[in-house]
């Protein structure tokens, strides 16, 4: 067995190193120990000062080339969209500063924003829809018997004034003339926000961020088993949209390039043209030259990032 001595000399040792562990630290060994830490302090904080003048240098050098690109812009999209009624759909948590310098590309081209209306959470939803499905059916009783195809089509129609999912005839040519009473039940019932009048238009800038649930995948509510997931009910309005419209173009920033929207049409192979690059200063032009394009007939993916086919079109 282990006896008191064996512990007494066990606990002796102890304290005898941490002894001479204190007098040699604090001793001969004090100033290359000190030395060395305060060395690699000293290598530390030059690396960091280091980064961050590179990492300032390159925000100065961002800025100014998205100041050039503003100075250029006029130049760089002409009149494409003279006398041109443009919507801009926002995504439910777009950049207001993003929304409004596509805006103002889009005025420098020459066009006009006849729409500016953002999205909600819940503005393809089938979630709580019942009385919502029953205003829009009354209005247009041609709807889709599926009721997340109905929605769609009535979202359609409402922004475009057409709606070429109905077989031609009479229902088709009613659908039509009932757009701004379609368009006014989304906003009635907290589907659309908008500030501006109900106008149909044929151009649409659809700005997403890297947040929006546009591009999430949801699981369908209890309350309605046939719903889908955010994910494919906007890609489905997009191609829908394209349908109707002559020039659709979703644009984001790079993260939407990489995980949102943008991402998930260009993965999809959607119908509508995409630019990334928003939030610098060539973000805004790529999309307006997009758009003008698109009416042209050239629809494509633009921007920066690996899986865009170009730049920018060429102006038509």
Do not use: C
Request: hydrophobic share 40%; aromatic share 4%; proline share 3%.
């Amino acid at each position: 067995m282990i006896d008191f001595r064996y512990h007494l000399v066990s606990l002796v040792s102890v304290f005898l190193a941490l002894a001479v562990g204190i007098v040699l630290g604090a001793g001969p060994l004090k100033e290359p120990i000190g030395e060395s830490l305060q060395s690699q302090v000293d290598s530390l904080r030059t690396d960091r000062d280091g980064l961050r003048a590179d990492l300032d240098a390159a925000k100065g050098n961002i800025d100014k080339q998205n100041d050039f690109i503003t100075s250029a812009a006029p130049e760089l999209i002409g009149k494409t969209l003279k006398d041109k009624d443009v919507s801009i759909i926002s995504a439910p948590q777009a950049d207001p500063e993003q929304v409004e310098e596509v805006s103002n590309r889009v005025k420098e081209a020459g066009g006009s924003i006849a729409g500016d209306v953002s999205f909600v959470a819940n503005t393809l939803s089938l979630d709580k829809s019942a009385d919502f499905l029953k205003t829009v059916r009354d209005l247009v009783p041609s709807l889709p018997e599926d009721d997340s195809t109905a929605i769609k089509s009535a979202l359609v129609i409402a922004l475009t004034g057409k709606a070429s999912m109905l077989a031609e005839g009479k229902d088709r040519d009613q659908a039509e003339k009932k757009s701004s009473a379609l368009f006014d039940a989304f906003v009635d019932a907290g589907r659309l926000r908008t500030d501006t009048d109900h106008k149909k238009t044929q151009l649409f800038i659809v700005v997403d961020d890297e947040n929006s649930n546009l591009a999430d995948e949801t699981k369908p509510s209890p309350e309605a088993t046939d719903d889908k997931a955010t994910r494919t009910l906007v890609t489905d309005f997009i191609n829908a949209l394209t349908s109707d419209a002559k020039s659709v173009v979703v644009a984001g920033d790079a993260r939407s390039a990489q995980n949102g929207l943008v991402d998930v049409l260009r993965t999809e192979k959607s119908r509508a043209s995409t630019a990334d690059g928003l939030g610098l200063g060539a973000g805004s032009v790529i999309a307006v030259r997009a758009l003008a394009a698109g009416e042209a007939g050239k629809h494509g993916h633009f921007g920066f990032a690996d899986d865009a086919e170009e730049i920018m079109p060429g102006k038509e």
